[in-house]
C-alpha cells in the first residue's frame, strides 16, 4: 500500500446560490493582470448548459482525459508520437474566440466628453489590442439560463436524454436550474500532466496539488486540450499555461483557498484524503458503471490501523493523518456516501466531490390545479433534475449511484421534517431512512456537517500554524539553517527527514 | 571583408549565441518559451506553421547531415537520378518552408490581436529567417546542384572554422547570393539567444520515454507514479 495525501474538496451543490463571490475573489487573487483576464481559476455554471469555455465537456471536440484503448488507457488527444507530430499545430485546441475576447471599458471618455444632448458612453476596448470592440461574448453569457434556446439546450449532458424528457425540460412548468462551481479537480490520474511534453506539470506527492512549472513550460499547449476539465489556461502574454494552484500558499499556511473561504453559501468543505496511489490506474481504467465505486476504494480509511502505518512508512507527516481522520471530505464521500466526483467517465479520478443538488419533484396538473407529487421515493423518475442528467454529470452514466445518493438526502430530510413540523403519514420517517439505509443518527451527522457546520468543521487543514506548517513539508532543521541564506535550488537528490 | 565575414564573424556569432543562450537559461528560464500564439489565432497559423516547420528542419538536417557526413552524402547523390531527387525534394521543401515564414510574417502583420503581442525581436527574426529561405531557394534554382557543390565549398570552409583555422579561399569566388546565405545563417546563429527560437533547444524529447504522470516531492526529487517511492 502506498499511502499518500490529498487536500481535496467537497462541493454542497443544493447550498449553492450561484453568487460567483467566489469566482471573484479567485480572480482579484490570482489572474488579474494581463494575459490572464479571460482565465476564471474558479468559474459558477449554470445548468442546463454550455459551461466555460463553451461546450467543455464535448471531448469530441477538444480531446481531453483518457479513453480505455485495449486493456490499458490512453490519451484522447494523441500518443506520444502524435504530441510531436502536432507541437507546431495543436488540432484539438480551443481558441481565445472559445472563451471570450476580455474587454475593459474607456471610462476617460465620460470625462472628456464635451457637453451635449446625450448621456456620455463609455465604449468597450478590447484587453488585447485596446481597441473598441463588439462584445459578443462573456464568462457566464448563459447564467441562470439566460439564453438558453441557444447554450442550455447545446448541454452535451443533455444528449443521454430522451427526445420528450429534453423537450420537457424546457416546458416552463419544468424548467430546472442549478449551480456548478468548477475549480481544477486536482486529479489522481491528471491527463494535463500526462499531455505535457516538456513534464512541466507534476502533482505535489505531499498534498496532491497539480502544479504548472513556469520555468519549464514552453508553450507547447497539449495541456490545454489534455485536460478534459478545460481547467489549463493559456497565458497569451507570457506563453505560459496556467492553472488553479488550490492557493497552496494559504493552504500551506493554513488558510482555506480564496474560493472557499469568501463562498456565501457556504457550500464549499476541504479536507485531507489518504489514497492508496499504487491504485491509481486500477480505479481509472475500472469498467464505466464501476468508476464511482472504484474511486472510492481508491480512498481509505484512515482510522483503519493498517493505513496509518503504511501512512506513516510512506511519509505522510502525522498532522496529515490526523487531519485525514476529521476530514469533513472523507465523511461526505465515504461515510455518508453523498458526494460524487464530476464526470468520471473522463477517467482522470478528478478529487473534487459534489452532492448533487434535490430539487423539489415536479408537480402535476390535476383539473388545473396543481399539486406535488406525493411519495417522493416512487417519483424519482419525476424529480425535476432527471436523474439520467446527473448521472451523465456524476456517476459516468450511473442511475444507480445517483438514486441512491438523491434516496439518502432526501431520508434526511424526510428525518428532518419529522423532528421539527412533526410526520404528515405515520412512520414516514423511519421507512424512509430504512430505505436509504442509513441510522437517524447519521441522518442527523448529515443533517449537521450541511446546515450548521462551523468554520473549523467545513475546513480541517492540516497545519494550523506556519511554524508548524514546516514539518508537513519540509524538515525543520534545514529550513531553519537554509533560512535567509537564500537558496534558490536545492542540491540534487537532497534526503528530508 | 571576406576575412572578417568568412574568418571572424562566424567565430563571435557562435561565441555570442553560447554566451548569451547559457546566460538566458540560468538567469532567466522562464523566458525559454516557444510563444506560441496559436490561442489568438488558429487558421492562419496551420497554413504557416506547418509548411514551415516541416519544411525548413528536414532542409536544416540536411544541410548539418551532408555537413557532417560528406563522404556518405556523397556516395547518397552519387547517381543523376538520386541527385536529382534530392535536389527537386530539397527544392519543393525549401518552397514549402518560404511559403510557411511568409504567411506567419503576413499574419502577425494583419491580425491585430497578434500585433499586440508581436515583440521588436519577433520582426527581426521572421524577417531574418525569411531572406534565409528566399536565398536559398534562389540558390537552388539559380545555381543547380549545390547539393554537391555544397561539399566542396562550404562544407570545407565549415570545417576549417572548426578546426580554428578558417581558410576562406573556399567560399571566396562564390557568387553573392551564396555568400549572403552564409553570412545570413551566421546572423540566424548570433540572433538565436535574443528570440523565442531558443524553443529549438528545448524539443522535449524525453517526453517519448518518461511516465505519464509525474510525481514531486518537496524533499525527496521527482519520482514516477506507482514506484512505491
Ligand atoms: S482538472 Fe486539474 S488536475 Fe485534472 S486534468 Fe484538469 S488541470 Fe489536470
Ligand atoms: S461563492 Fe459559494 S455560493 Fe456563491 S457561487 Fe461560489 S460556490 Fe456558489
Not at chain 1, 506520444?80 to 481558441?95: D, E, K, V
Not at chain 1, 407529487?373 to 456524476?394: H, K, M, N, Q, T
Not at chain 2, 545570413?184 to 517526453?207: C, D, E, G, K, M
Amino acid at each position: 500500500m502506498d499511502v499518500r495525501a490529498q487536500v481535496s474538496m467537497v462541493f454542497h451543490l443544493d447550498k449553492c446560490i450561484g453568487c460567483h463571490t467566489c469566482s471573484v475573489s479567485c480572480k482579484n487573487v490570482w489572474t488579474d493582470r494581463r494575459g490572464a483576464e479571460y482565465m476564471w481559476w474558479n468559474n459558477v455554471e449554470s445548468r442546463p448548459g454550455t459551461g466555460y469555455p463553451t461546450l467543455w465537456e464535448d471531448q469530441e471536440k477538444y480531446r481531453g482525459g483518457w479513453e480505455k484503448r485495449g486493456r490499458g488507457l490512453e490519451l484522447r488527444l494523441q500518443g506520444r508520437a502524435g504530441s510531436f507530430a502536432n507541437l507546431f499545430f495543436n488540432p484539438y485546441l480551443p481558441t481565445l474566440d472559445d472563451y471570450y475576447e476580455p474587454w475593459t471599458y474607456r471610462y476617460a471618455d465620460l470625462f472628456a466628453a464635451p457637453p451635449g444632448d446625450d448621456q456620455p458612453t463609455a465604449r468597450p476596448i478590447s484587453q488585447i489590442t485596446g481597441k473598441p470592440i463588439d462584445i459578443e461574448a462573456g464568462p457566464n453569457w448563459d447564467d441562470d439560463l439566460g439564453g438558453s434556446a441557444i447554450y442550455a439546450a447545446g448541454d452535451p449532458s443533455l444528449g443521454k436524454l430522451s427526445e420528450e424528457e429534453r423537450s420537457q425540460i424546457f416546458a416552463l412548468e419544468r424548467i430546472f436550474c442549478f449551480y456548478l462551481p468548477r475549480i481544477c479537480n486536482h486529479c489522481l490520474n491528471p491527463s494535463c500532466i500526462a499531455s505535457c511534453p516538456a513534464g512541466a506539470i507534476y502533482k505535489r506527492g505531499e498534498d496532491g496539488i497539480v502544479l504548472v512549472s513556469q520555468e519549464k513550460c514552453r508553450a507547447w499547449r497539449m495541456c490545454i486540450s489534455g485536460c478534459p476539465y478545460k481547467k489549463v489556461y493559456y497565458n497569451w502574454e507570457s506563453g505560459k499555461s496556467e492553472k488553479c494552484i488550490l492557493c497552496y500558499p494559504r493552504v500551506e499556511t493554513g488558510q482555506a483557498p480564496a474560493c472557499f473561504h469568501s463562498c456565501v453559501g457556504r457550500i464549499r468543505y476541504q479536507g485531507v484524503l489518504l489514497y492508496d496511489a499504487g491504485r491509481i490506474e486500477e480505479a481509472a481504467n475500472a469498467p464505466a458503471e464501476r468508476l464511482v465505486a472504484a474511486q472510492r476504494e481508491v480512498i481509505l480509511d484512515p482510522s483503519e490501523a493498517t493505513v496509518v502505518a503504511a501512512a506513516r512508512r510512506s511519509g505522510v507527516p502525522d498532522a496529515m493523518i490526523d487531519a485525514a481522520r476529521k476530514s469533513p471530505v472523507y465523511r461526505f464521500v465515504k461515510e455518508f456516501r453523498i458526494a460524487l466526483p464530476l464526470h468520471p467517465e473522463f477517467r482522470t479520478v478528478p478529487m473534487l466531490f459534489y452532492v448533487p443538488p434535490l430539487l423539489p419533484v415536479v408537480a402535476f396538473a390535476e383539473n388545473g390545479r396543481k399539486r406535488l407529487a406525493g411519495d417522493f421515493f416512487s417519483s424519482l423518475e419525476s424529480a425535476r433534475v432527471p436523474v439520467r442528467y446527473l448521472a451523465s454529470l456524476l456517476s459516468a452514466g450511473n442511475e444507480t449511484v445517483v438514486t441512491e445518493v438523491l434516496t439518502r438526502i432526501m431520508a434526511v430530510r424526510i428525518h428532518r421534517k419529522a423532528k421539527t413540523v412533526g410526520e404528515e403519514v405515520p412512520g414516514e420517517a423511519e421507512r424512509a431512512l430504512s430505505r436509504a439505509g442509513i441510522s437517524s443518527r447519521e441522518a442527523e451527522e448529515i443533517y449537521r456537517l450541511t446546515s450548521l457546520p462551523a468554520y473549523e468543521d467545513r475546513f480541517v487543514i492540516p497545519p494550523a500554524a506556519r511554524e508548524s506548517a514546516i514539518e508537513s513539508f519540509e524538515d525543520p532543521f534545514a529550513a531553519k539553517g537554509e533560512t535567509g541564506i537564500g537558496f534558490l535550488r536545492r542540491r540534487k537528490g537532497g534526503k528530508g527527514r | 571583408m571576406t576575412e572578417f565575414l568568412f574568418g571572424s564573424f562566424p567565430y563571435a556569432a557562435v561565441l555570442l549565441a553560447v554566451g548569451a543562450g547559457v546566460y538566458r537559461y540560468f538567469s532567466d528560464r522562464f523566458s525559454y518559451t516557444s510563444h506560441s500564439t496559436q490561442f489568438l489565432e488558429n487558421r492562419w497559423l496551420f497554413w504557416g506553421s506547418v509548411p514551415w516547420h516541416y519544411g525548413i528542419l528536414i532542409v536544416l538536417l540536411a544541410h548539418i547531415l551532408a555537413a557532417l557526413f560528406p563522404g556518405a552524402w556523397g556516395l547518397l547523390i552519387g547517381t543523376p537520378a538520386r541527385l536529382f531527387i534530392i535536389e527537386a525534394t530539397g527544392l519543393a521543401l525549401g518552397l514549402l518552408a518560404l511559403f510557411g515564414c511568409a504567411l506567419l510574417l503576413a499574419r502577425r502583420l494583419l491580425r491585430p490581436r497578434l500585433l499586440a503581442v508581436t515583440t521588436a525581436m519577433d520582426w527581426i527574426i521572421l524577417l531574418v529567417l525569411l531572406l534565409q529561405v528566399a536565398s536559398g531557394v534562389t540558390i537552388a534554382w539559380k545555381y543547380r546542384w549545390g547539393s554537391a557543390w555544397y561539399l566542396h565549398t562550404a562544407v570545407p570552409w565549415l570545417g576549417s572554422l572548426v578546426r580554428l583555422r578558417p581558410e576562406t579561399a573556399y567560399v571566396a569566388a562564390l557568387p553573392a547570393v551564396v555568400k549572403f546565405h552564409l553570412v545570413n545563417a551566421f546572423v540566424l546563429v548570433a540572433l538565436l539567444p535574443f528570440t523565442r527560437l531558443v524553443h529549438l533547444f528545448t524539443i522535449p524529447v524525453s517526453y517519448a520515454w518518461r511516465p505519464y504522470l509525474l510525481f514531486f516531492w518537496n524533499r525527496r526529487g521527482p519520482h514516477p507514479a506507482g514506484d512505491g517511492k
